[in-house]
T-cell receptor
């Protein structure tokens, strides 16, 4: 159990366009999902916490108007990178909190999405 | 603030040899501690976690970790490494609402 999927796994787009990344919890309902960004050979940086039915909480320094997060259902959160630029190229990983029992203290991660902006 | 330190950026071991990856945390109370593994271009897979109780935790793929409060450590061990264990390993502390990750240790396995 506790499987999280992401789509797409990789995307290439032109500068100035917007890209949407989906994160789904497949076998549990996730009231809380998280979006991370990972630069090459570096650790994960938390961008925002996404709560179902409410506004996302962004970490300091993350532009909320650039990285739009929507958590419209208990199994789906989306990250939209608006007006993407080459510096937005990165590996984006989502995770979901499994609320069941002690597993409620654990985040389960998706496989990641590689974004390349030309 | 919480912090997690993984002192070793890169470790190379021979297949069949034992492995220990170090992790130190800084936290006021007893934290929740996790080890995740990331294969190239992939997301993170949970290896094991410690919440409370027995300080020696067994995980998947033959990994174990020991929580030592006196040393603020949560080192990951495996008695015999396989070539497929080559990956990036991340230690993390906190709760499911807020995780702090270490900088990771890249494991290379030589045949």
């Amino acid at each position: 159990g506790a499987v999280v999927s992401q789509h797409p796994s990789w995307v290439i787009c032109k500068s100035g366009t917007s890209v949407k990344i989906e994160c789904r919890s497949l076998d549990f309902q996730a009231t809380t999902m998280f979006w991370y960004r990972q630069f090459p050979k570096q650790s994960l940086m938390l961008m925002a916490t996404s709560n179902e039915g409410s506004k996302a909480t962004y970490e300091q320094g993350v532009e909320k108007d650039k990285f739009l997060i929507n958590h419209a259902s208990l199994t789906l959160s989306t990250l939209t990178v608006t007006s993407a630029h080459p510096e937005d190229s990165s590996f984006y990983i989502c995770s979901a909190r499994d609320p069941r029992g002690r597993a409620g203290d654990t985040q389960y991660f998706g496989p990641g999405t590689r974004l390349t902006v030309l | 603030a919480q912090s997690v330190t993984q002192p070793d950026i890169h470790i190379t071991v021979s297949e069949g040899a034992s492995l220990e990856l170090r992790c130190n945390y800084s936290y006021g109370a007893t934290p929740y501690l996790f080890w995740y593994v990331q294969s190239p271009g992939q997301g993170l897979q949970l290896l094991l976690k410690y919440f409370s109780g027995d300080t020696l935790v067994q995980g998947i793929k033959g990994f174990e970790a020991e929580f030592k409060r006196s040393q603020s450590s949560f080192n990951l061990r495996k008695p015999s490494v396989h070539w497929s264990d080559a990956a990036e390993y991340f230690c993390a502390s906190g709760t499911a609402s807020k995780l702090t990750f270490g900088t990771g240790t890249r494991l290379q396995v030589t045949l």
